[in-house]
């Protein structure tokens, strides 16, 4: 190492780093956990007012929960994880810490317990510094359906960082946090992830726990890492997945240490490109960027096939349906008699019921219980619902007919770049199409990420999604890290 | 029209919500608009395909039924709206 990179080094400031490269500072006793969470929790201070990627910010708690670490480490008791400040969104119960879902609903609940994903990391000695943004029961693409303001997107301010796990993905961008959780129904943490230019991952149906995660659609939630690069991505979805015994959903396979599958070759590995998803309402800047990530694919080895998911035109509407009956089941829970807002001097139970929902509900999340209603009520029920769920068969045999030709499925993540404020909320339609591309993926089941891939005229990131077979993270990390390192976009900063 | 603001106002009744005139109309019109998408679906034949509720093949997940300790009354009723003694407390039910 000579003179020159050392400074350079030396000017990194220690919010900048990632997990893996705090770690190693931390290993060598170079830095100190308290000062790294020291570091983010003055980064937050600055670029927050303008970010809004927080709703609660621990500092306190992060300090407290750094210092154990660092006595971890002193003792040479330190894991990959210890003594890395993280954050969640808010949808992630914390034992002890106001725990929102962005919803008046539940402005000032504290839960009595953490949820697993949360547990594993923090027993690895992750050290929490708040809990972010998301739209309101991780119901919308934008953000925006938050009761506890707007996040905007670091790279261009006047931009949506999409949602709904929108702060999850701005506090990566604006170096707000080393590495963060979010949970996916129907793009929510890959959409977000292109729209701000960091890695996301959903995982397989069952691949992660989501004990302690407030319910949205059951059949489709799940938990993954939002990070800087695709090795922290490796390492956070390491950290979280596997059975829990407290999910009942959660399906029982051994983890494999996904670490190792980051390896730059792709010979002979199969691309599927589905025709559907290269459509001509395509975005100019998108279509570009996906066309160079191919020529990109083949220079690393891999082979490309046009495929066709021919159900695809049909997602959007079987996801609305199912997604929506299964959420006014699960919200039905939040009624005022056990926790959560309360409606004053109601007369009776139901006027209690109905006035507290009405009061602690934002308008989309009354939309899609009215919806969800609806498609389950008598008379509706096989006209929506069943034949939602019967459409959802045909889309997953899409996938298992194109896994039987590809290893792999490459598309856009989403049609657009990050829109901007304000630009789609008056038509719910509009912003439900917007997840065209990532919806298939939770209704398939299986797993998908978004790897940073370019920029469109105006400087705004595009992603990348990659789809792999049932638990196929490890070959949808590796040809994500094959592509990153074969690339540069990873390492832009948003100006901020 | 594919609903009413009268159906609406019965599915709100359903779902336990006490919409506002306004938000029934409102809401009236972007139901109707997102039926009328949805109704897609309906091109397809879907006759002799099986439902699907879980991607992931899932069977009845049995356990030992051993009693293990759980978060306690008080934890339980940490975050309740009203409470008295070991119980939460709800306006009258039976008049």
């Known amino acids: 190492m000579n003179d020159l990179s050392l400074i350079g080094e030396d000017e990194m400031e220690l919010y900048e780093l990632t997990i893996c490269e705090l770690h190693d500072k931390l290993k060598k006793r170079e830095v100190s956990s308290v000062e790294a969470t020291r570091s983010l929790l003055a980064r937050i201070e600055a670029v927050e007012p303008r970010v809004g990627a927080y709703i609660t910010v621990t500092a306190e708690e992060a300090l407290k929960s750094a210092a154990e670490a660092d006595k971890l480490i002193a003792e040479g008791k330190s894991d990959i994880l210890t003594g890395i400040p993280v954050a969640l969104k808010d949808i992630f119960l914390t034992k002890g810490i106001r725990t929102t879902c962005a919803s008046r609903i539940l402005a000032n609940f504290i839960p009595p317990y953490d949820a697993t994903a949360w547990l594993k990391l923090k027993e690895r000695g992750a050290v929490l510094v708040g809990k972010l943004n998301q739209d309101e029961?991780?119901?919308?693409?934008?953000?925006?359906?938050?009761?506890?303001?707007?996040?905007?997107?670091?790279?261009?301010?006047?931009?949506?960082?999409?949602?709904?796990s929108g702060g999850s993905a701005a506090a990566i961008a604006a170096r707000q946090a080393t590495a963060t959780l979010g949970t996916d129904t129907g793009g929510s943490i890959r959409q977000p992830a292109s729209h701000c230019g960091c890695v996301g991952l959903k995982p397989t149906y069952g691949r992660v726990s989501r004990y302690g995660v407030i319910a949205y659609a059951s059949s489709l939630d799940q938990v993954g890492p939002m990070t800087r690069d695709v090795a922290d991505c490796a390492v956070m979805l390491g950290a979280v997945a596997g059975f829990d015994p407290k999910d009942s959903t959660s399906v029982n396979l051994p983890v494999p240490d996904?670490?190792?599958?980051?390896?730059?070759?792709?010979?002979?590995?199969?691309?599927?490109?589905?025709?559907?998803?290269?459509?001509?309402?395509?975005?100019?800047?998108?279509?570009?960027?996906?066309?160079?990530?191919?020529?990109?694919y083949r220079g690393l080895g891999a082979e490309f096939r046009e495929i066709t998911l021919p159900h695809t035109d049909y997602a959007v509407a079987t996801y609305y349906l199912v997604a929506t009956a299964e959420a006014s089941s699960n919200l039905a829970r939040y009624d005022g008699v056990r926790f959560g807002h309360r409606a004053k001097e109601a007369k009776g139970?139901?006027?209690?019921?109905?006035?507290?929902?009405d009061e602690g509900f934002g308008p989309e999340v009354k939309r899609r219980i009215m919806l969800g209603t609806y498609a389950l009520s008598s008379g509706y029920y096989d006209a929506y619902y069943l034949k939602a769920q019967k459409v959802r068969t045909l889309i997953m045999h899409d996938f298992i007919r194109a896994f039987e030709e590809v290893d792999l499925i490459l598309t856009p993540v989403a049609p657009t770049p990050a829109?901007?404020?304000?630009?789609?909320?008056?038509?719910?339609?509009?912003?439900?199409?917007?997840?065209?591309?990532?919806?298939?993926?939770?209704?398939?089941?299986?797993?998908?990420?978004?790897?940073?891939?370019?920029?469109s005229r105006e400087g705004l990131p595009i992603g990348l999604q990659l789809v792999g077979r049932p638990f196929g993270e490890e070959a949808i990390l590796r040809a994500a890290y094959a592509f990153e390192q074969a690339t540069e976009w990873h390492k832009r900063k948003a100006a901020l | 029209m594919k609903i009413t603001k009268a159906e609406v106002g019965h599915v709100a009744r359903l779902a336990r919500l006490e919409l506002t005139e306004e938000e029934q109309e409102t809401f009236t019109g972007q139901m109707d608009a997102i039926l009328a998408y949805v109704e897609k679906l309906n091109g397809l034949d879907t006759a002799g395909i099986i439902p699907t509720a879980h991607a992931v093949p899932m069977e009845n997940a049995f356990r030992e039924d051993e009693v293990v300790p759980s978060i306690g009354v008080?934890?339980?009723?940490?975050?309740?709206?009203?409470?008295?003694?070991?119980?939460?407390?709800?306006?009258?039910?039976?008049?």
């Open chain 1, 258 to 296: 996904y670490t190792q599958a980051l390896v730059r070759d792709l010979k002979g590995v199969k691309i599927g490109l589905p025709k559907e998803y290269f459509i001509p309402g395509l975005d100019p800047d998108v279509k570009h960027a996906l066309d160079q990530a191919i020529e990109t």
């Open chain 1, 419 to 455: 829109f901007r404020l304000g630009e789609k909320t008056n038509d719910p339609l509009q912003m439900y199409l917007s997840d065209i591309f990532t919806i298939p993926v939770n209704l398939a089941g299986t797993c998908g990420i978004s790897v940073p891939a370019g920029f």
């Open chain 1, 137 to 164: 029961f991780a119901m919308g693409s934008s953000c925006e359906t938050s009761a506890f303001g707007k996040t905007r997107n670091p790279w261009n301010l006047e931009c949506i960082p999409g949602g709904s």
């Open chain 1, 349 to 357: 139970l139901v006027e209690m019921f109905s006035r507290s929902r």
């Open chain 2, 74 to 95: 008080d934890n339980a009723l940490a975050n309740a709206p009203d409470r008295v003694e070991g119980f939460f407390r709800v306006p009258k039910v039976i008049e």
